[in-house]
């Protein structure tokens, strides 16, 4: 049986944590397969968007930890092969399409990490959230120290990253870090009813979008704004661009290409 299970629907990349008798507990190898995927979803001109889901009641209950041991004793961040896309987006190539996710039950330490490094995020009402690291003997290391308090608030972030306290579904999205609670089996459903509507608008303005948002973050100003500009033109230029203007103006909804 495949820890994670990785699938094409049309446009959308399914990639599913398979490991629901051990609460989908992260492993080394699960890992390396989900950086696979993501490496997919970038070269894939057939694919749009990616979502990320795990089998059972739970997301995951965290990490397999006494496998990572050499990972996080290394002093380097997590490496993968030339073909594969770091799912916490610390290093190297990042996912250049949108990744959607939906969670349910226990969302644990590398869980909320993955999360912060999607674009969309649904969520069960019964999600919850917890970083135990600091109850475990060290901190997180997937990215939540740089995401988290940028998410949900300084006081906010360190209440749950000091503590090691679990946090609701509704603190969740009171706080922003998720877009939509929906009813326990439901999460997939909205999580696919996302991702569709990301594949039916134009692929270039979509990665490119996400490109600017991106750049909007780790850039000033003036480069972001410069940097945007730059992108637009090839952008303008694409076939899709003319769709757009064309379905506009014949009143029809838009075939776009990514061309």
């Given at each position: 049986?495949?820890?994670?299970?990785?699938?094409?629907?049309?446009?959308?990349?399914?990639?599913?944590?398979?490991?629901?008798?051990?609460?989908?507990?992260?492993?080394?190898?699960?890992?390396?397969?989900?950086?696979?995927?993501?490496?997919?979803?970038?070269?894939?001109?057939?694919?749009?968007?990616?979502?990320?889901?795990?089998?059972?009641?739970?997301?995951?209950?965290?990490?397999?930890?006494?496998?990572?041991?050499?990972?996080?004793?290394?002093?380097?961040?997590?490496?993968?092969?030339?073909?594969?896309?770091?799912?916490?987006?610390?290093?190297?190539?990042?996912?250049?399409?949108?990744?959607?996710?939906?969670?349910?039950?226990?969302?644990?330490?590398?869980?909320?990490?993955?999360?912060?490094?999607?674009?969309?995020?649904?969520?069960?009402?019964?999600?919850?959230?917890?970083?135990?690291?600091?109850?475990?003997g060290i901190y997180p290391c997937g990215?939540?120290?740089?995401?988290?308090?940028?998410?949900?608030?300084?006081?906010?972030?360190?209440?749950?990253?000091?503590?090691?306290?679990?946090?609701?579904?509704?603190?969740?999205?009171?706080?922003?870090?998720?877009?939509?609670?929906?009813?326990?089996?439901?999460?997939?459903?909205?999580?696919?009813?996302?991702?569709?509507?990301?594949?039916?608008?134009?692929?270039?303005?979509?990665?490119?979008?996400?490109?600017?948002?991106?750049?909007?973050?780790?850039?000033?100003?003036?480069?972001?704004?410069?940097?945007?500009?730059?992108?637009?033109?090839?952008?303008?230029?694409?076939?899709?661009?003319?769709?757009?203007?064309?379905?506009?103006?014949?009143?029809?909804?838009?075939?776009?290409?990514?061309?």
């Amino acid at each position: 049986m495949d820890l994670v299970h990785v699938v094409a629907d049309g446009p959308l990349l399914l990639i599913k944590l398979n490991r629901p008798g051990k609460l989908n507990a992260l492993t080394p190898q699960m890992y390396h397969v989900i950086g696979k995927a993501l490496w997919r979803l970038n070269r894939d001109a057939q694919l749009r968007v990616a979502v990320l889901h795990g089998e059972g009641p739970h997301f995951t209950a965290g990490l397999e930890l006494d496998l990572w041991a050499d990972a996080f004793t290394s002093g380097t961040p997590f490496a993968g092969a030339d073909d594969e896309i770091d799912l916490f987006g610390l290093t190297g190539e990042r996912h250049a399409k949108p990744l959607v996710i939906a969670v349910q039950g226990y969302c644990f330490t590398w869980g909320v990490e993955a999360l912060l490094n999607t674009e969309i995020r649904i969520a069960a009402r019964d999600t919850q959230f917890q970083m135990l690291e600091v109850r475990r003997g060290i901190y997180p290391c997937g990215g939540a120290t740089l995401r988290l308090p940028r998410e949900v608030g300084w006081g906010n972030a360190h209440r749950v990253l000091l503590t090691g306290d679990r946090w609701s579904a509704e603190e969740a999205h009171r706080w922003g870090m998720v877009q939509e609670l929906v009813e326990p089996g439901a999460q997939l459903a909205k999580a696919l009813e996302c991702a569709r509507a990301v594949a039916a608008a134009a692929p270039l303005g979509v990665q490119g979008c996400l490109k600017a948002t991106r750049t909007g973050l780790g850039a000033d100003h003036d480069a972001a704004v410069g940097q945007m500009f730059r992108d637009l033109v090839p952008v303008m230029k694409s076939a899709d661009a003319a769709e757009g203007v064309r379905s506009f103006l014949e009143r029809r909804p838009a075939n776009f290409t990514g061309r």
